[in-house]
C-alpha cells in the first residue's frame, strides 16, 4: 500500500499520481487534501508519515508546492526518511543508498510528465541492503 498526500499546492499533482498508480495496478490510499482549498501541509506530512511508521503503507508520496515543507514535516516522524527528489537520479539513488521510505515532490517545480518518471524510478528501485547503508541508516536516529 502506498500512502499519498498533498496540501493545496499539491492538489492537481496528486490527482494525476493517483490515477498513474491506478493505471499501474498499484494500491495507493489518499490522505488528503481533498480539494484545492488552502489547507496546511504538516498536517498531510504527518499523516502518511504515521501511516508508514505504524506500517499501514510500505511507502509514501508527499506534494506541496516546493516539497518542502512537506518533506520536514514527515521527517518529524520516527522511523520515516522522506527524500525531497526532483530527478530520477536522486530518486533512484535514495532508494538504493537512504532506503528512503517517502518520496517528497514540489509541484510547483517538477512538471507533471517527469514527475511520473521520478514516482516511478523510487517506486521500482529496491534498497541495495550494503552493509555501509545499512549502518549510515541506522544512525540517522543516533541523536
Ligand atoms: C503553500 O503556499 C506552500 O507554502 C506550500 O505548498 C509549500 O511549498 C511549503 O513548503
Known amino acids: 500500500m502506498i500512502g499519498i498526500?498533498?496540501?493545496?499546492?499539491?492538489?492537481?499533482?496528486?490527482?494525476?499520481?493517483?490515477?498513474h498508480l491506478k493505471e499501474r495496478g498499484l494500491e495507493y490510499k489518499d490522505y488528503g487534501c481533498y480539494s484545492p482549498e488552502s489547507c496546511d501541509y504538516p498536517e498531510y506530512g504527518h499523516k502518511v508519515a504515521h501511516a508508514v511508521a505504524d506500517g499501514e503503507c510500505e511507502k509514501g508520496i508527499l506534494i506541496c508546492g516546493t516539497g518542502i515543507g512537506i518533506s520536514i514535516s514527515a521527517n518529524k516522524v520516527k522511523g520515516v526518511r522522506a527524500a525531497l527528489c526532483h530527478d530520477c537520479f536522486s530518486?533512484?539513488?535514495?532508494?538504493?543508498?537512504?532506503?528512503?521510505?517517502?518520496?517528497?515532490?514540489?509541484?510547483?517545480?517538477?512538471?507533471?510528465?517527469?514527475?511520473?518518471?521520478?514516482?516511478?524510478?523510487?517506486?521500482?528501485?529496491?534498497?541495495?541492503?550494503?552493509e555501509r547503508h545499512k549502518r549510515r541508516i541506522s544512525k540517522i536516529e543516533e541523536v
Open 91 to 130: 530518486a533512484e539513488a535514495t532508494r538504493q543508498h537512504n532506503d528512503a521510505n517517502i518520496l517528497a515532490m514540489g509541484a510547483r517545480v517538477v512538471g507533471p510528465g517527469h514527475a511520473l518518471k521520478i514516482v516511478d524510478t523510487f517506486l521500482d528501485t529496491p534498497f541495495s541492503n550494503d
Open 5 to 19: 498526500a498533498s496540501d493545496h499546492g499539491g492538489y492537481e499533482l496528486k490527482q494525476e499520481i493517483m490515477e
